[in-house]
């Protein structure tokens, strides 16, 4: 593994759930970190309000929009490598405010790859997802399966990794795309699928309410995740290439459900919520990842079962968890 030990990154999405673990991680291993950070008027650094004073003197951090191109390009200057990980995720909230995803996901791409268009040694790790590939026509999915979005989300993130393929065609930029799978663990949002069952499930409820539980997902541990990012940072890739993160195995929502309540040590049923389920044709039924490829390039395999992985979010989300929201739907 390459020492990232004095190497000038720049994490875009640091406050984020993946953002501020990476950021933890690569101030671990020595390197000198800029946050690009949303902006708002409290000042609030989202996760990283959760690091130390020591970690935190030594985190050079912005506050910023990813839409505005100088503020981008400003942030970007004196860095080696660019982690880009600021997007709008919410599947639902993207099926109601799909230019905001348009100007988040793929403007915001643009702006990152513009300001290191004239600089051929500044690497960036482009962040994709295994939402781009729809319901697959195979599994398990290979990085040569087609795209095709199911959401406005899945379109805009292809959009994204469409152009970090074009400017590494054309302009010779050093972008490659790293594409996790599902990943999961403390700090996710509670709109994702595990923080709404754990939640429920710790709030007390022994009604939880869930969408349709058919669907399968391939779940990785937030630390194999950046572990890699980390990899893939100075790994000797083709400029363009992308990279699948997962663990090759996936579980239906209705089986992850079971598993969240042996974590928990809870008993419940599910109750289908209407509100919950997303258009028939917008559900992607299964991603299952095939991992070979982080394994050969990268040298990367997940290393966290997913009982373990439960056991660890349990004991982070159990002091945290807020009965009125958990029972709440969030997009």
């Known amino acids: 593994m390459t020492d990232l030990s004095g190497a000038r990154v720049l994490v875009t999405g640091a406050n984020g759930f993946i953002g501020s673990h990476l950021t933890e991680r690569l101030m671990a291993e020595g390197a000198r970190v800029t946050a690009f950070c949303e902006y708002n008027s409290h000042c609030s650094l989202g996760w990283l309000d959760e690091l130390t004073s020591e970690q935190l003197s030594n985190l050079d951090v912005k506050l910023g929009d990813i839409r505005d191109r100088r503020f981008v390009h400003d942030a970007m200057s004196e860095i080696d490598i660019v982690f880009h990980l600021a997007a709008l995720i919410a599947i639902p909230y993207s099926y109601q405010a799909p230019a905001s995803f348009v100007e988040t996901n793929i403007n915001g791409t643009l702006n990152v790859l ?6 051929p040694h500044v690497r960036v790790i482009n962040t994709s997802t295994s939402e781009v590939y729809g ?5 398990p999915i290979a990085e040569s399966h087609r795209l095709r979005g199911q959401s406005p989300y899945a379109a805009t993130k292809i959009a994204a990794d469409q152009l970090c393929e074009a400017y590494a065609r054309t302009f010779d930029t050093d972008v490659v795309t790293l594409r996790p799978f599902n990943t999961y663990g403390p700090r996710q949002s509670a ?3 595990i923080p709404t069952i754990l939640g429920q499930l710790l709030a007390g409820a022994t009604s939880v309410r869930l969408g349709n ?6 779940l990785t541990f937030v630390t194999d995740t950046v572990d890699g990012y980390v990899r893939m940072a100075t790994a000797d890739l083709p400029r363009g290439e992308t990279v699948h993160l997962g663990t090759g195995e996936a579980v239906s ?4 459900f079971a598993l969240c309540c042996e974590a928990t040590g809870t008993d419940a049923e599910v109750v289908s919520d209407t509100e919950r389920i997303r258009p028939e044709a917008s559900e992607v039924q299964v991603l299952l990842s095939d991992p070979s490829g982080a394994k050969e390039l990268l040298e990367w395999q997940a290393g966290t079962t997913l009982r373990e992985g439960l056991a660890e979010t349990v004991r982070w989300l159990t002091p945290r968890t807020d009965p009125h ?3 709440r739907y969030q997009r």
């Open 253 to 256: 929502i209705g089986d992850l």
């Open 114 to 119: 513009e300001a290191v268009r004239d600089s």
């Open 325 to 327: 929201r958990a029972t």
């Open 213 to 218: 539980l058919a669907p399968q997902r391939d």
């Open 191 to 193: 709109r994702a699928i």
């Open 135 to 139: 319901t697959p026509e195979s599994v």
